[in-house]
């Protein structure tokens, strides 16, 4: 019984897998950081719309606020309300002859 040895049994095909194995790789990985990039910039712009939603609900919140005030000070600077209020603390206008002009 004779025994050969044959020489080269590798496959031509491997060669060319291992030649296709690192650009897929890379391109994996580019598909990869594109997605996480894709879900990190989504979610920050959603952080931002509800930060801006807040901010517009505030400021709705402050001009009402800020008109609410402005009636009240109109309504105390009222002069119909501020004689009422010295006449219910007991002032009276006083006559032409009480008052003094100032120079």
């Not at 959603?46 to 606020?65: D, H, N, P, V, W």
């Amino acid at each position: 019984m004779t025994v050969t040895l044959r020489r080269n049994n590798v496959r031509s095909g491997a060669g060319l897998r291992s030649g296709m194995l690192i650009p897929g790789l890379v391109l994996l990985a580019l598909f990869t950081g594109s997605a996480l990039f894709y879900a990190y910039a989504t979610e920050r712009s959603l952080q931002a719309s509800y930060r801006i939603s807040k901010a517009l609900e505030l400021q709705r919140q402050l001009r009402e606020t800020s008109r609410r005030l402005q009636v009240e000070i109109n309504n105390l600077r009222s002069p119909q309300r501020l004689e009422q209020a010295a006449l219910r603390e007991g002032m009276i206008i006083p006559g032409p002859d009480r008052t003094r002009r100032a120079q």
